[in-house]
């Protein structure tokens, strides 16, 4: 019980924690506010650490007869769960220091910590209503991050990335209305729970439903046609928060098609039906155009955000094969990207923070004002380029054979296709930032160069992050290990 | 014994009310106290009786043969009293603040409580006829609230009001008619008291003439085409809007749209003739057109007023399934969105009472300034959304849970048109509530100099209500399973 | 047709008395003329129920020497109708009459739709 | 006992004698011996129709020494009776209320001549109630009309005076066709007794002889008392007959004379021709249609209406409406409901007269609609009894409007063939438009006028106390109402009773 308990405790402490901390009217100096978020993260990522290896589940509350917030600690859970700590805690001490060039650093943090707990239930959550409440709960909670800096600008990218994600919100509502009727429980068991019997007669629809799904999370994951808002809505964040969102909370609407199609519907439904085949164009289309529109974006942190569209959905084309090893390959590249993303993110925020430069033609030389920094950024995004050894490559490698061996008719090579000129068109729009950044070119005077290296509590975040996408891409066994019984219990 | 106690629940608040202005009152205070007394009484003794549980019929007038005026307890007047019950002395409390200002105020608060007793006989009427005689009553006693600030417009609103209902009625008496022969006897009964040995060979009419019944009583139930008299009459204060338009009158008609659908001539004689279809598709078209008229007005309280009229539409929608399971959807929305629609229309009143501020884009920075109103109506706009957790949920989903039941094509696009209008709502309501907390970056608080919350009078109902939609949100399964037997006809 | 019609030629005419005696009445302006009107309409009337009475060779019901069987005399009961009609539409006429000479003291004339117009005029 | 039976022709003969008195005496004995008489007629009906009711039967009362088929005869039912009581009350309350009016409007000299014309009125009423010779019937039908004249004449403005002439002329189109179709029947049938001529037309159509004549003469009559009771096409005098005389003969005319005629017709539908025969013939269907018509185009008109007494007129007409369109439906329900609208209209439409005149009173005589704003607050009764009319007129239940509407309806959802919708449509739809023009008129009275408007106008307000005739008689007529609307079982027993004892 006391294990299960946690749970409870790791959702609901942060929350709270949060909550009080917005309201309370203390916190006169600013240290004491840093000291308060910085012991509200560190409680709770003990507590996620021990419900992590606690497992078990638990069940909250019924809203109403099988409307019940119920927690079930699984293995795709704990993973999702130590990737979301990982980045949360590092982009949270990134932004100490961050933050403080931006005002109401109390609203930002009482909510920073908020969502910690809000995405572990959804880690945790152990049904698809349960993972619902807290999906919409987390639109709303990341919400004010968005529109954080109150510009004219903020507020409407803000309200763009509330309604996009509402409207995603309410299409998986308008499935769930229906799995509730045609499954056989809404608990995420693997291998999908739909009740055949039920749902001899109604294919139709439950295929509607499927598609309805996939397309309303993947809002989040920023999936065309509904990833007009997140180009908009990250950058205008401050950076850390833009790291987490690109890093994680695009992640949790991959979560979701994963619990949704995995755990509910089951793969078999919809193996070679139209929504398949609609999922693989879309997200193929999505990966090239992502990458376009980051080789053209000038914007840095816009490009990025671009980027990061194109790379959620090379998850979203793993999963969409339904094929164990390119579902390796998505799982793996969650984790991939999550690291690299934020690094990217708390890189250029760190840019911006120092010289107050976004565009990218002013940062020519920048490698010589900032190396560490540059080299952070250099490491991810190479890993995401998917140069061997660094991370990327393991995970674009796997879902390139799973697409060859899925042997679905000419996606299973158009993929890899797309996806090696999107690699190509990732170098191009990463690099060139590194190669003019440490070679400025003859006419660049180093009179003026002065050295702009942030402060520890900065760079310690980069650094590590930046280690990790390499040293994962180095010794991917123990991970690969794991997922890979994951996904034995799934197919 | 306690047949009489029904009678004196009505009877009570009547006479208080004749008597309020004949009693030399010293004081303001004085009336307060009278009429809150009377009101707690009433709803104490209301409350009595629905815990008491069913009753028998008993006849207080004859009419014309076997018609009169008879009462009973049954599971929907149990529902609609026990709410009323609740909702009026709250209400009252609220309104002393508001009306401190308002001339005349004693007549008001005569009529306000005439309403009362007008509105318990409609939930305690046991026939078509008494109901349709306290429906005619409410008409008429509502009509001094309307045309209480005697302002040009309020005559306009007044004059429309009772042209459409008293209109309304007409049809409506059609329907009573035919129910008086056909039936087996006038009494409401689970199932209808259409008696088919009648009937045989004269179904189109009847059919025919439950639509006209239908759209009778749909006229306080501000279905599309016959809504527009519901955003004018906004004219009236507040309290009015709030409990009248909110509740009571609109409420009433829902009410009568049941009792006629369900109780009257039945749903198994209903369902899936082509009178189900239109009336469905009025309702989901109202749901729609209500919200899109909302978005685009910019007067509070009339864009409430619009979103009343959507939200009607939703307990229709329910009611309209005619399964036994619609009937808990609608009733469900019936009770959650009086909660929702009273509490943010009150906190409509408390912003135009302390600013007389009328139009949304006057609202900018003032969720500072009056944090309580501000956080109630935020509470009551997340649960008209639909926000996982609040009471709008709930009726949602056992709204959409019965269309997908209902294994009707056109109950899914109901469906639809649900999920649509709540993203509507999302963007009508949540724009106020982003104006109010996010009013821009250089935004100067000086012209909001003064304005503050008010008075205990009146947050106190604000807090209980929104209290009340976060209760209902999460501990609905009680009251749902409660709905459930009502449907079952067990009460 | 033709034989019927001429066997009660006389009702024949009352008919068509009656018919032009009631459109007088009706569109007629002039109040005389409708006051006529009306009187060439009952006396349609009276025709109509004088000729129903007589039935030929028959004698009036006035009984000369002793009672005679039933036979004998015409219908009587008729020209009492006739009688108490007369009465009844003279006074009528009289009343008539006398409004007619009201209004044409106050408006100088007796067209009907002058009246009214005056009547408008006046506003009242 | 049996002394009741004398008690209708005794009434009638009161009435025609004290009108002889009358035109002897002073005004205000003229007054005493008015107010008795119609008490006494009261109560002498009232006591019939106990009779009646007793017996459960109708008797007929032999005039003169002639039995029938010769001589003349009275016939008294259940329903007769209540007609008469009812009718007697009606013209009490009318009288009253608009007393004070009536002093001012009519100069002392003529007030005795009123009440001459209210007693032949009562009179010519009686005796189209209980007669039950045809002829006899035409004769009153025309004293009735010249009666009704002067009621309408006796306040002596240009208006009344056309009004009048008018009225007169209409009604003489009309009562020449009845007379016309009368004489026909007695043509075919060689009797006047409605009971005889009844029996001989039975005989008549066993043996199919003399259809067309009969059709024409059923035709005739009918239109001719469609003509004096305002029928839809027939009702151009109307609104000035009723919205210019003095307001006792308004309401008086509003709701007794009109109605008498209808009773007539009804009479001549069963006990001179016979129900089914006439169910028979299209005739109903063209009463049915202009009733229809009526209660539309009666409304409508009444919408467009600025003068409110007018207003009030035109909705007679489509009250009037209503009741054919009872007719029309040719069943027994249908009469039922139509008879029970007659009494039902007779209380309201009286009492909104009467109410507003007190309402305009107080607004300086002014009858503009607009000018009447805030005069329910100036003349607090008035404006009750005008809001508990306007209730009943647009059929709020408890007032008796909602009764007879229900019966309408009911009648209707019953009516085997096609007429069914058309009479439901048309009931709600002119119930929408009823409720218009009251409620309009209700909220205009009770939305206060600015100070320095009452002030300028020099309106003035009434106490109830001060006019307590008129006090008393808004409540007894309020009273009546609610009566009709709350106890209407017994009186449709009676009424339904009475048609029984028709045949």
Redesign the interface.
């Known amino acids: 019980m006391n294990q299960s308990f946690m749970i409870i405790i790791t959702v609901f402490f942060p929350v709270i924690y949060g909550a009080v901390m917005l309201l309370a009217p203390c916190f006169k100096t600013r240290s004491s506010l840093i000291k308060a978020t910085a012991a509200g993260l560190a409680v709770t990522a003990v507590f996620a650490v021990l419900s992590i290896f606690g497992g078990g589940s638990f069940e909250l509350l019924k809203l109403g007869e099988n409307l019940k917030l119920y927690f079930r600690i699984d293995n795709l859970g704990k993973m999702f769960a130590a990737v979301v700590s990982i980045v949360w805690l590092l982009a949270g001490y990134f932004s100490f220091e961050y933050m403080k060039h931006e005002k109401e650093e109390k609203r930002y943090f009482g909510f920073y910590v908020m969502v910690y707990g809000i995405l572990m239930a959804l880690c945790f959550a152990g049904n698809l209503v349960t993972f619902y409440v807290f999906y919409e709960l987390m639109t709303l909670t990341t919400f004010p991050l968005v529109l954080h800096s109150r510009t004219r600008e903020a507020v409407m990218a803000g309200l763009k990335y509330l309604f996009y994600s509402l409207c995603g919100a309410y299409m998986v509502l308008f499935g769930i209305y229906f799995l509730n009727r045609y499954a056989a429980t809404l608990d995420f068991t693997a291998g999908g729970s739909l009740d055949m019997g039920l749902a001899a007669g109604n294919e139709g629809i439950l295929l509607t439903v499927a598609f309805l799904m996939i397309l309303g999370f993947g809002v989040k994951a920023g999936m065309f046609p509904m990833h007009a808002w997140l180009p908009t809505a990250h950058p205008v964040a401050p950076a850390p928060a833009s790291a987490v969102l690109s890093g994680l909370i695009v992640k949790m609407g991959v979560l979701g098609i994963v619990r949704a199609i995995y755990y509910v519907i089951g793969t078999d439904f919809i193996h070679g039906t139209w929504v398949q085949t609609a999922w693989l164009v879309l997200s193929l289309i999505t990966v090239f155009m992502g990458s376009m529109l980051a080789y053209r974006e000038k914007v840095m942190k816009k490009r990025l955000a671009y980027s990061t569209v194109s790379q959620a959905s090379y998850i979203l084309f793993g999963l969409a094969l339904l094929e164990p090893q390119a579902m390796t390959g998505s799982l793996l590249h969650v984790v991939f990207h999550a690291m690299i993303k934020s690094c990217l993110f708390l890189s250029a925020g760190a840019i911006i923070y120092k010289t107050g430069k976004t565009n990218v033609d002013d940062l020519t030389g920048i490698g010589k004002e900032m190396p560490v920094t540059i080299w952070c950024y250099t490491f991810a995004s190479l890993a995401l380029i998917g140069i061997p050894p660094a991370s990327g490559f393991i995970s674009k490698w796997y879902l390139a054979t799973g697409s060859l061996e899925s042997g679905i008719p000419y996606f299973s090579w158009i993929g890899p296709v797309i996806l090696l000129i999107s690699a190509l068109l990732t170098a191009g729009y990463l690099l060139p930032i590194t190669i003019k950044g440490f070679l400025p070119g003859k006419e660049y005077d180093y009179g003026s160069l002065k050295k702009a290296e942030p402060v520890k509590t900065m760079l310690i975040p980069l650094t590590v992050l930046a280690g990790l996408s390499v040293i994962l891409g180095v010794f991917p066994n123990p991970l690969t290990g794991y997922i890979a019984d994951i996904i034995g219990t799934l197919f | 014994m306690s047949q009489y106690w029904i009678l004196a629940a009505i009877l009570l608040p009547i006479i208080g009310g004749i008597l309020t202005p004949v009693l030399p009152f010293k004081k303001r205070k004085q009336m307060m106290f009278y009429l809150e007394t009377v009101m707690l009484v009433t709803s104490a003794i209301v409350l009595a009786l629905v815990a008491h549980g069913t009753m028998e019929v008993f006849h207080v007038?004859?009419?014309?043969?076997n018609?009169s005026i008879s009462f009973k307890i049954d599971g929907m007047t149990m529902i609609f009293g026990g709410l009323v019950a609740v909702l009026w002395p709250l209400a009252m409390l609220y309104s002393f603040e508001y009306m401190e200002h308002e001339s005349h105020e004693k007549v008001f608060f005569a009529f306000y409580s005439i309403t009362y007793g007008v509105t318990l006989g409609i939930a305690f009427a046991s026939d078509m006829?008494s109901m349709?005689?306290f429906y005619?009553?409410l008409t008429?006693v509502t009509?001094?609230l309307i045309?209480h600030t005697?302002t040009r417009e309020a005559?306009l609103a007044?004059?429309k009001y009772?042209?459409y209902s008293?209109?309304g009625a007409?049809?409506a008496?059609?329907g009573l008619?035919?129910l008086?022969?056909?039936g087996t006897t006038c009494e409401f009964e689970p199932g209808g008291v259409l008696d088919m040995t009648k009937i045989a060979g004269k179904e189109n009419?009847l059919l025919?003439?439950y639509m006209?019944a239908f759209f009778g009583f749909g006229v306080k139930a501000a279905i599309w085409p016959l809504s527009s008299w519901l955003p004018q009459a906004g004219v009236a204060p507040t309290p009015v809007t709030a409990l009248l338009h909110a509740v009571a009158v609109v409420k009433a008609g829902v009410f009568a749209i049941i009792r006629l659908t369900y109780y009257s001539f039945g749903t198994d004689f209903l369902r899936g003739t082509w009178v189900q279809g239109v009336v469905m598709a009025f309702a989901m078209f109202t749901i729609v057109y209500g919200c899109s008229r909302a978005v685009k007005e910019t007067h509070i309280k009339r864009r409430l007023a619009y979103s009343t009229v959507s939200n009607l539409s939703y307990v229709i929608f329910g009611a309209t399934i005619m399964t036994p399971l619609g009937m808990v959807g609608a009733v469900c929305h019936l009770v959650c969105h009086a909660m929702m629609k009273i509490c943010s229309f009150l906190c409509a009143g408390a912003i135009m009472h302390q600013s007389d501020r009328h139009y949304v884009y006057e609202l900018n920075g003032m969720g500072r300034k009056m944090p309580v109103v501000f956080g109630c109506f935020t509470v009551s706009a997340?649960g008209l959304?639909?926000?996982?957790?609040l009471a709008g949920?709930?009726s949602k989903?056992?709204l959409?849970?019965a269309?997908?039941?209902s294994r009707n094509v056109q109950a899914?696009i109901g469906?639809?048109c649900l999920?649509?209008s709540?993203?509507l709502t999302?963007?009508y309501m949540?724009?106020i509530v982003?104006r109010a907390f996010?009013?821009?970056?250089d935004f100067d608080y000086g012209p909001l100099e003064g304005i503050k919350d008010p008075t205990w009078k009146m947050c106190l109902p604000l807090c209980l209500f929104a209290a009340g939609i976060i209760c209902l949100?999460?501990?609905?399964?009680p009251l749902?399973?409660f709905f459930g037997d009502v449907a079952a006809g067990l009460y | 047709m033709g034989p019927n019609l001429y066997a009660n030629y006389v009702e024949a005419i009352a008919m068509i008395l009656f018919g032009i005696g009631f459109f007088t009445l009706l569109l007629r302006n002039n109040l005389i003329k409708k006051i006529i009107g009306l009187n060439i309409m009952d006396t349609a009337i009276y025709l109509f129920l004088a000729s129903k009475a007589y039935i030929p060779g028959r004698v009036a019901p006035i009984i000369v020497d002793g009672v005679q069987d039933v036979e004998k005399y015409i219908n009587p009961i008729p020209s009492g109708l006739v009688l108490t009609g007369i009465v009844v539409s003279v006074s009528v006429s009289a009343l008539m009459l006398s409004i007619t000479i009201r209004l044409y003291k106050r408006y100088h004339t007796l067209n009907l739709d002058e009246i009214s117009a005056k009547l408008k005029k006046e506003g009242l | 006992m049996d002394i009741i039976r004398n008690f209708p022709c005794v009434s009638i003969m009161l009435c025609l004698f004290s009108g002889i008195l009358t035109s002897g005496v002073k005004e205000k004995a003229a007054k005493y011996i008015n107010r008795t008489l119609i008490m006494t007629v009261i109560v002498l009906n009232a006591l019939t129709l106990y009779y009646t009711l007793a017996t459960g039967s109708a008797f007929v009362y032999v005039m003169g020494m002639f039995p029938a088929p010769w001589g003349n005869e009275l016939r008294a039912g259940a329903l007769e009776a209540l007609m008469a009581t009812f009718f007697g009350v009606i013209m009490m309350l009318s009288l009253c209320g608009g007393q004070k009016k009536l002093f001012d409007e009519v100069d002392p000299a003529k007030h005795n001549l009123y009440y001459i014309m209210t007693d032949v009125m009562l009179a010519s009423l009686l005796a189209l109630v209980y007669t039950n010779d045809l002829f006899t019937a035409y004769v009153f039908v025309e004293i009735n009309t010249i009666s009704a004249c002067g009621l309408i004449m006796i306040r002596q403005n240009g208006r009344t005076i056309e009004a009048s002439v008018r009225y007169m002329i209409m009604s003489l189109l009309g009562s020449g066709l009845l007379l016309m179709g009368l004489c026909i029947l007695y043509d075919l049938t060689g009797h006047l007794l409605m009971s005889n001529i009844r029996q001989s037309i039975i005989e008549i159509t066993k043996h199919g002889l003399y259809q067309i004549p009969l059709a024409i003469a059923i035709c005739i009559m009918c239109v001719g008392l469609a003509i004096k009771s305002a029928l839809f096409p027939f009702h151009a005098w109307l609104p000035d007959a009723y919205g210019y005389s003095t307001v006792s003969s308004a309401a008086i005319l509003s709701s007794l004379v009109s109605k008498g005629y209808i009773f007539l017709l009804l009479k001549i539908f069963y006990r001179v021709i016979g129900f089914n025969l006439i169910r028979g013939s299209h005739i109903l269907n063209m009463l049915f249609i202009f009733g229809l018509c009526g209660m539309i185009s009666g409304s409508i008109s009444a919408i467009w209406e600025k003068d409110i007494r007018r207003m009030i007129a035109f909705s007679s007409v489509a009250q009037i409406g209503y009741i054919y369109m009872g007719f029309g439906l040719g069943t027994t329900e249908g009469v039922v409901a139509s008879i029970f609208h007659i009494l039902a209209h007779a209380a309201t439409k009286s009492l909104l007269f009467i109410s507003a005149i007190g309402l305009t009173d107080v607004s300086g005589g002014s009858r503009s609609f607009f000018e009447l704003t805030g005069s329910g607050y100036r003349n607090k009764i008035a404006g009750i009894g005008f809001t508990v009319g306007s209730l009943s007129m647009v059929g709020i239940p408890v007032f008796s409007g909602f009764v007879s509407k229900l019966l309408f309806a009911e009648a209707a959802v019953l009516h085997p063939d096609q007429k069914m919708l058309p009479t439901l449509i048309v009931l709600a739809i002119s119930t929408i438009l009823n409720a218009i023009y009251f409620m309009k008129t209700v909220v205009r009275i009770y939305v206060p006028e600015k100070a320095s408007v009452v002030r300028r106008k020099g309106y003035f307000s009434v106490k109830p106390g001060q006019q307590k005739l008129y006090t008393v008689t808004i409540i007894c007529f309020t009273v009546l109402n609610l009566f009709l609307g709350m106890m209407s079982e017994p009186i449709i027993h009676v009424i339904k009773m009475g048609l029984g004892n028709f045949a």
């Open positions: 007038v004859r009419f014309v043969r018609l006829l349709y005689f005619e009553l008429l009509m001094p045309l005697l005559i007044t004059r009772l042209y008293i209109g007409a049809f008496l059609i008619i035919f008086i022969v056909y009419t025919l003439i006209l997340l959304m639909g926000v996982p957790g949920f709930i989903w056992n959409a849970k269309a997908v039941e899914y469906i639809i999920l649509i709540a993203l999302a963007i949540m724009s982003i996010f009013p821009g970056k949100g999460l501990f609905s399964s749902v399973r």
